[in-house]
């Protein structure tokens, strides 16, 4: 049974029932919270120097994306981040401090103009205090020529990669994250790769990539290597 508490979206996370998870990034960029000043602050609230926005903090019930295990979790804190920035996050953090505990919420492949739910790191629980200060850090993606491959959903937990130039493709990598329609967010900070070697000109190849799944699963990024 899911349950998000304080979100009001009804059938948000569905979805999650049928989607496990893999861990595709690297470590937690380390932040000391000594210096920093702390006044107490509301949310929304934006993300001073990083284009994203900390819309609403909740209480969560369900499986723990964000490590790869899926273990079932109660009362995890978890975390709407708004990408505002014009360009793809390919990865950041948003830290906040509760009490006297530092919340962290990581996240990769966050689409401009895009919202994603996203669990606190170490599974620590939301509570009643006040939040005194909020910070974090991103590392962006520029616009991409994307037109090179084509990547389709061709039914159940398959991707088809199509090559469209005249050249030999040395790999394709499309790049997803789990997707609730209904509310519009990607769900949780995490995202997963796809990719295919050695495609030649007009080959088109399927594969089933892990954690893939049709109405959960949306590609956000497509990226290409050319030897």
């Given at each position: 049974m899911l349950l998000i508490v304080g979100l009001g979206t009804g059938a948000l996370l569905m979805a999650l029932l049928c989607v496990n998870a893999t861990a595709q990034y690297g470590q937690l960029r380390q932040t000391d919270v000594q210096g920093v000043e702390m006044l107490p602050i509301s949310l929304p609230s934006q993300v001073e120097d990083t284009g994203l926005l900390a819309v609403r903090l909740a209480s969560y019930d369900g499986p723990?994306?964000?490590?790869?295990?899926?273990?079932?979790?109660?009362?995890?804190?978890?975390?709407?981040?708004?990408n505002t920035g014009g360009t793809m996050v390919s990865e950041g953090s948003v830290i906040l401090v509760q009490g006297e505990r530092m919340l962290v919420?990581?996240?990769?492949?966050?689409?401009?103009?895009?919202?994603?739910?996203?669990?606190?790191?170490?599974?620590q629980s939301n509570s009643a205090d006040a939040i005194q200060a909020c910070w974090g850090w991103v590392r962006r993606e520029y616009p991409e020529n994307m037109g090179q491959v084509g990547v389709e959903h061709t039914g159940l937990g398959s991707l088809?990669?199509?090559?469209?130039?005249t050249e030999q493709i040395y790999k394709a990598e499309a790049l997803f994250k789990n997707y609730d329609?209904?509310?519009g967010m990607y769900i949780g900070g995490i995202s997963y790769l796809a990719e295919v070697a050695q495609l030649q000109a007009g080959e088109t190849r399927v594969i089933s990539p892990?954690?893939?799944?049709?109405?959960?699963?949306k590609v956000v990024r497509v990226a290409i290597e050319i030897e």
């Open positions: 723990f994306l964000e490590d790869g295990t899926g273990d079932e979790v109660v009362g995890v804190a978890a975390l709407v981040i708004e919420f990581e996240l990769t492949g966050l689409p401009p103009g895009a919202c994603a739910l996203v669990l606190e790191k170490d599974r088809a990669f199509t090559n469209r130039t329609a209904v509310s892990p954690y893939f799944a049709v109405g959960y699963s």
